[in-house]
């Protein structure tokens, strides 16, 4: 499904992704880990060209979609887009549409479909993320959890074969974010293929096919849920997963 090789990532001399290699299969589930600052964010936009890599390649289905090297049109990378779905830690609504209006805009202006197709189409998952009763309503009047799930039928309303999370529920206060978890987790059972950062463990031990875990632009282990976290092979990668675990036991600086 997707192919990822030997990708890096500079902004001036700061050098974020320092050689990613990995795949995801059709229906699998990944989850990538790590600190702040490890590159996780930028290598998940590096794959629907949000951003440009430096060097390396990314290929979607068999199609090159990022090889630096090589020009690509913008009609050619807007078509593979449409197949990888992204939801930010911000919602990005527009604030003068309602929940209907901001998940009909993109099927009629990148996809083409009529405004009845798109309706129906908006509908239907504004009912799948269960908010049916609030269709009309303006971001303004939902709460955080509530446009977060706007922004994913929004996304789904695409029909991507791929779906991206950046800390889809970082923005969120905590009360907020198990609505938002649940609708993940409902997608994941149906077999949609995701690629997700987090730092909700829990959650991604739950839904994960396979944990990557990142630092410093590496990928520095990665593993079956249940075997990285109980028997973390690399010693950075078992400090980390003490400190989320224990943040008391963190040394303050």
């Given at each position: 499904?997707?192919?990822?090789?030997?990708?890096?990532?500079?902004?001036g001399s700061?050098?974020?992704?320092?050689?990613?290699?990995?795949?995801?299969?059709?229906?699998?589930?990944?989850?990538?880990i790590?600190?702040?600052?490890?590159?996780?964010?930028?290598?998940?936009?590096?794959?629907?060209?949000?951003?440009?890599?430096?060097?390396?390649?990314?290929?979607?289905?068999?199609?090159?979609?990022?090889?630096?090297q090589?020009?690509?049109?913008e009609?050619?990378?807007?078509s593979?887009?449409?197949?990888?779905?992204?939801?930010?830690?911000?919602?990005?609504?527009?604030?003068?549409?309602?929940?209907?209006?901001?998940?009909?805009?993109?099927?009629?202006?990148?996809?083409?479909?009529?405004?009845?197709?798109?309706?129906?189409?908006?509908?239907?998952?504004?009912?799948?993320?269960?908010?049916?009763?609030?269709?009309?309503?303006?971001?303004?009047?939902?709460?955080?959890g509530?446009?977060?799930?706007?922004?994913?039928?929004?996304a789904?309303?695409?029909?991507?074969?791929?779906?991206?999370?950046?800390e889809?529920?970082?923005?969120?206060d905590?009360?907020?974010v198990?609505?938002?978890?649940?609708?993940?987790r409902?997608?994941?059972?149906?077999?949609?293929?995701?690629?997700?950062?987090t730092?909700?463990?829990?959650?991604?031990?739950?839904?994960?096919?396979?944990?990557?875990?990142m630092?410093?632009?590496?990928?520095?282990?990665?593993?079956?849920?249940?075997?990285?976290?109980?028997?973390?092979?690399?010693e950075?990668?078992?400090?980390?997963?003490?400190?989320?675990?224990?943040?008391?036991?963190?040394?303050?600086?």
């Amino acid at each position: 499904m997707i192919e990822v090789k030997q990708l890096h990532k500079s902004f001036g001399s700061n050098e974020i992704l320092k050689g990613i290699d990995f795949e995801v299969k059709k229906g699998e589930k990944i989850v990538i880990i790590g600190p702040s600052g490890s590159g996780k964010s930028t290598l998940l936009r590096c794959l629907n060209y949000l951003e440009r890599p430096t060097s390396g390649s990314v290929k979607v289905e068999g199609q090159y979609f990022v090889e630096p090297q090589n020009k690509f049109s913008e009609k050619h990378v807007a078509s593979l887009r449409t197949e990888i779905g992204m939801v930010f830690q911000r919602f990005n609504l527009f604030p003068t549409m309602t929940a209907l209006e901001n998940v009909i805009a993109a099927q009629v202006k990148i996809r083409k479909r009529s405004k009845e197709e798109a309706r129906k189409t908006a509908e239907h998952y504004l009912n799948k993320v269960g908010l049916a009763e609030r269709m009309d309503h303006y971001p303004s009047q939902l709460s955080g959890g509530q446009q977060q799930r706007v922004a994913i039928a929004r996304a789904l309303a695409m029909e991507p074969k791929v779906m991206l999370f950046d800390e889809a529920t970082s923005a969120l206060d905590p009360e907020l974010v198990g609505e938002v978890l649940k609708v993940i987790r409902e997608l994941a059972d149906e077999g949609m293929t995701m690629v997700l950062v987090t730092h909700e463990m829990k959650f991604a031990e739950e839904v994960g096919d396979r944990i990557i875990f990142m630092d410093n632009g590496f990928i520095v282990e990665e593993g079956h849920p249940k075997e990285f976290f109980r028997n973390p092979k690399n010693e950075r990668t078992k400090a980390f997963i003490s400190q989320v675990e224990h943040p008391e036991n963190m040394v303050a600086h």
